[in-house]
T-cell receptor, first 110, second 116 residues
């Protein structure tokens, strides 16, 4: 499975944008980029995924580099509820297995 | 409810005992996953079921761990002769997609296992 690298932790103030980076230099052409987040004492929840083009949904935006070797999850206005561990995961077409790394712990301050 | 349901939510057992953890996936979801999360750590993949295919057991840490799934419904994760290092939250997830790499996983709240 291709690996991802994320910073261990990041901090943000409430209502500011947050850019969570992820490096995946060994990504293959058929790998999708998925993001999940895990709020305290809960199971992970899906955030967003993409292949080549940037993606937007109600939760976040995903910006994918042209060479696909990195991506950035963008929270446009952080709220206290966004404090969580954010996981960037590569998922190959042909398998449903999802391998989580250690993620980035995001702290949001009022 | 409509989500993934796990039971028990908390289990305390003595070292050497066997435990069974149950997962009820979302109705109609063909894929089912078990993960383990030790305190302060990330998620460790254990096993994956997809329809009637042979399960992917590549993440099971030892032969004390086994899991079964009846058709596309309930799954049971069994840990035999529990050890203290088995203490963790065991998370179950289910998904609709098959081999498309796009399907969203829905997680349960987890079963917290404490081995004394």
């Amino acid at each position: 499975d291709a690996k991802t690298t994320q910073p261990n932790s990041m901090e943000s103030n409430e209502e500011e944008p947050v850019h969570l980076p992820c490096n995946h230099s060994t990504i293959s052409g058929t790998d999708y980029i998925h993001w999940y987040r895990q709020l305290p004492s809960q199971g992970p929840e899906y955030v967003i995924h993409g292949l080549t083009s940037n993606v937007n949904n109600r939760m976040a935006s995903l910006a994918i580099a042209e060479d696909r070797k990195s991506s950035t999850l963008i929270l446009h206005r952080a709220t206290l509820r966004d404090a969580a561990v954010y996981y960037c995961i590569l998922r190959d077409v042909g398998t449903d297995k999802l391998i989580f790394g250690t993620g980035t712990r995001l702290q949001v301050f009022p | 409810g409509a989500g993934v349901s796990q039971s028990p939510s908390n289990k305390v057992t003595e070292k050497g005992k066997d435990v069974e953890l149950r997962c009820d996936p979302i109705s109609g979801h063909t894929a089912l996953y078990w993960y383990r999360q030790s305190l302060g750590q990330g998620l460790e993949f254990l096993i994956y079921f997809q329809g009637n295919s042979a399960p992917d057991k590549s993440g099971l840490p030892s032969d004390r761990f086994s899991a079964e799934r009846t058709g596309e419904s309930v799954s049971t994760l069994t840990i035999q002769r529990t050890q203290q290092e088995d203490s963790a939250v065991y998370l179950c997830a289910s998904s609709l997609a098959s081999g498309l790499a796009t399907g969203e996983l829905f997680f349960g709240e987890g079963s917290r296992l404490t081995v004394l």
